[in-house]
């Protein structure tokens, strides 16, 4: 996802939003929707050639 917000000279504001499971899955080779485990990057910066802050976190799988 994207949002573009923008900011006054030297203005800071705190951004926060929520992801879901839909958000990080894919459909895979088999034509399932899946969400693999590991680790995510969240990237935020004026444009991809101007990544200002990354965000990593991971994913692990339900024990059941």
Do not use: H, M
Request: charged share 35%; glycine share 4%.
């Amino acid at each position: 996802a994207f949002k573009r917000i923008s900011l006054k000279k030297d203005e800071i504001r705190t951004v926060s939003f929520a992801l879901c499971k839909k958000d990080l899955s894919y459909w895979n080779d088999d034509n399932e929707f899946v969400l693999d485990p590991g680790e995510f990057n969240i990237q935020v910066g004026s444009s991809s050639d101007d990544i200002r802050q990354e965000i990593k976190f991971n994913v692990f799988t339900e024990v059941l």
